[in-house]
């Protein structure tokens, strides 16, 4: 018997793919693309065409693990889940009698969005609350960006992607679409077919901006200052949007000034691009209705990269795009979803303190007992990858992994639960690129004794004899709940459909009532920034690279790589191949002064540490540039780092938001003697850890 089980993407991808599993005789056979989603139209990327692979993967954890071995040597050995939870449950009460919940942080990362089994949802949150856990601050990926917006707009949700089919110019800004999100580009072909013209404003010449009619290479972290010259040039040709700047927007005097502090000429010094160039974009950008902006989260990985989106925020204020179908600024989609998330912070019998993720290194002390982590590997993905290493092998750091995959955190943890994938649970998502509710059905049965995040947090309550009805809510319950509050999407309709619109017009006009501000405008200016200790008018605020770079030193950004989702999938064989292994790309002129050669073995380090990668020698980086993909397991690499290792914990200007792409650097040869040692840095086969599964 064969059916089509429909189905939706868990992964950290703004387009969140509405999917079909075909199921034979028990087992998934088949995973495609639904083509009768309007957004995914049959299509998947190359990293989720081989998710049933990875369901299957021979590394996968499939039963419960206890250590045998010292923290990050990787040896454990099979135990059950009744074993597990026991030893779980002794800790934890333990912990919360001597030292108070507050000694647990439960560490939850971007590896499914799901609202039921994920970080959207909060899920878990619940069950922390009712042991007085620590909050914890989920801001690694796009905190400072989200604020940037909500300063202009009064929210981060922006233009519908599919409306960029109506757009006459687009501008995509720090965003690598055919990478990072590549439905897209199908509404970007449709609008050129009409005649828009494509602009990739981007400090690397990616596969987007190959495609483009136009690329930027702009200098890492002057985002804001180009923003600010483009509007000076619209100054120039006298093409502002004055009806819309009286009646829509709120401050335009002092932004207006600020913006005549950067006349192309200066803009030209600080972003490293022609002044023609920059001259050029501006009178397009003046006469062309609707204009599109894709501004994504790697525009604000650095210092002032929640001014940089404050500012670009700002331009459709000017050119008054916001009327116009097809115009405006497209960051995320994520608040325009109604779904009601109830983490029930009623049951913290108190106030309780605020970890944040991105400080994980210095939150790691003394007063944190407990490491309980979930859908995130933090020791491969997380600032100071060193100093988190260091943090993680404290003995009376009690730390548990909920995993799917040996990963470098695994390693680290001294009881290990196994996961399940999304072919194998229940969930609900909605894209952050999209307007669509996705809601996935399991497909097949979990292998071994892989258990969701719900059920695991169900069957801890039990073991523990907490007495909270809510925490024992069964997945349809939670799902119920979630869509309390949207009209015409019911959980019948979405199990039978697999996906629904929002009730919002089509084509989306966001901001066609007014905006959710203080003042009901688009604000230039903004009280709440200035209470927030933020400049008052938007403006630029310069990375720690753009205003420290020298000639002896590199700006290191860590892009996304064309075949992981963050380290998910690195460690699949046939997509670890096609990566090349860790590389970092660097022009011509700084390889010659470094005396690096294409394919070379080499170190790139600073003070906080060092990774070693492939040489990559092109002119798709602009001198003074590095450019080293996300991803790659450390354990899998050479020399046992990767890239988080010489990045700082350090913040953004705003919501302590990562500073992944603001990093100084040098690099020099290695011995190809790291190559031939073992690959896992020290660290055992990664056939080993897990051994149990």
Not at 97 to 125: D, F, K, M, V
Request: hydrophobic share 35%; net charge negative.
């Amino acid at each position: 018997m064969e059916l089509r089980v429909l189905g939706a993407c868990p992964l950290d991808c703004p387009d969140t793919c509405s999917w079909e599993v075909t199921v034979r005789d028990g087992q998934a056979v088949g995973l495609r693309g639904n083509r009768d989603h309007p957004f995914t139209r049959g299509a998947l990327c190359v990293k989720v065409n081989r998710y049933l692979e990875h369901t299957r993967a021979a590394d996968r954890i499939l039963y419960p693990l206890k250590r045998v071995g010292p923290k990050g040597s990787g040896r454990f050995e099979r135990i059950s889940w009744d074993e597990a939870l026991g030893a779980i449950a002794d800790r934890l009460r333990g912990i919360v009698a001597e030292h108070g919940g507050e000694a647990i942080w439960p560490y939850q990362g971007t590896g499914t969005l799901g609202y039921i089994q994920g970080e959207s949802g909060l899920a878990g949150r619940r069950f922390w609350n009712v042991l007085g856990a620590s909050v914890h601050d989920l801001n690694i990926c796009s905190r400072a960006g989200n604020l940037g917006l909500k300063y202009v707009n009064g929210t981060a949700g922006g233009m519908d992607p599919e409306t960029f089919a109506l757009s006459r110019l687009i501008l995509l800004w720090g965003t690598n679409t055919l990478t990072s999100g590549h439905h897209m580009w199908k509404f970007v072909q449709d609008a050129r077919a009409n005649g828009a013209h494509v602009v990739a404003i981007d400090p690397i010449r990616t596969r987007t901006a190959d495609q483009a009619d136009e690329h930027l290479p702009i200098r890492p972290g002057t985002d804001a200052a180009l923003a600010l010259g483009l509007l000076n040039v619209v100054l120039e040709e006298g093409a502002e949007d004055r009806e819309y700047l009286e009646n829509h927007t709120l401050g335009w005097d002092e932004f207006k000034a600020e913006i005549l502090k950067y006349p192309p000429s200066r803009v030209a010094e600080i972003t490293g691009l022609p002044e023609a160039d920059i001259r050029a974009l501006g009178v397009r950008l003046a006469h062309t209705r609707p204009t599109g902006i894709r501004a994504t989260m790697g525009i604000q990985r650095h210092e002032g990269g929640g001014a940089a989106v404050r500012a670009i925020a700002c331009i459709p204020g000017v050119t008054g795009d916001w009327r116009h179908p097809g115009g405006g600024l497209s960051y995320s989609t994520s608040a325009h979803f109604p779904l009601h998330v109830d983490p029930r912070d009623d049951l913290l019998e108190k106030p309780v303190r605020t970890l944040t993720m991105t400080r994980l290194a210095d939150g790691l002390d003394e007063s944190v007992k407990c490491l309980w982590v979930y859908a995130a590997n933090p020791l491969g993905s997380t600032s100071d990858q060193n100093r988190v290493r260091e943090a993680m092998l404290r003995e009376d750091l009690f730390t548990v992994v909920m995993e799917q995959f040996p990963t470098d955190t695994v390693d680290y943890a001294d009881i290990v639960l196994p996961a399940t994938m999304q072919t194998e649970h229940i969930d609900l998502h909605a894209g952050y690129g999209h307007m669509y509710v996705v809601w996935n059905e399991p497909a097949v049965e979990a292998p071994g004794e892989c258990a969701s995040t719900t059920e695991t947090f169900r069957r801890l309550a039990r073991h523990m004899g907490l007495t909270e009805p809510s925490l024992y809510d069964s997945d349809l319950d939670l799902a119920e709940q979630l869509l309390t509050g949207t009209p015409g999407i019911t959980l019948e309709r979405l199990r039978k459909e697999g996906w629904a619109r929002l009730p919002v017009a089509d084509p989306f006009v966001p901001f066609a009532d007014g905006f959710p501000t203080p003042s009901g405008r688009l604000e230039f200016v903004s009280d709440r920034a200035e209470a927030d200790g933020q400049p008052r008018v938007a403006g630029y605020v310069p990375s720690l690279s753009a205003r420290t770079a020298s000639a002896t030193k590199l700006t290191l950004i860590t892009p996304a790589a064309h075949t992981f989702l963050n380290t998910i999938f690195s460690n699949n064989p046939e997509l670890l191949r096609r990566s090349k292994g860790p590389r970092v790309m660097v022009n011509p002129k700084d390889a010659e002064a470094r005396g690096l050669t294409d394919g070379q073995l080499v170190r790139v380090f600073n003070d906080n540490g060092e990774f070693t990668a492939y040489v990559e020698i092109s002119d798709r980086v602009q001198p003074g540039v590095a450019a080293a993909p996300k991803g790659h397991w450390p354990k899998l690499s050479p020399g046992g780092s990767n890239a988080n290792a010489v990045v700082d914990e350090r913040d953004a200007d705003m919501g302590r938001g990562a500073v992944y792409h603001d990093n100084l650097v040098d690099i020099a040869p290695t011995s190809s003697r790291v190559h031939g040692e073992r690959m896992h840095g020290g660290h055992p086969d990664p056939g080993r850890t897990g051994g149990g599964s």
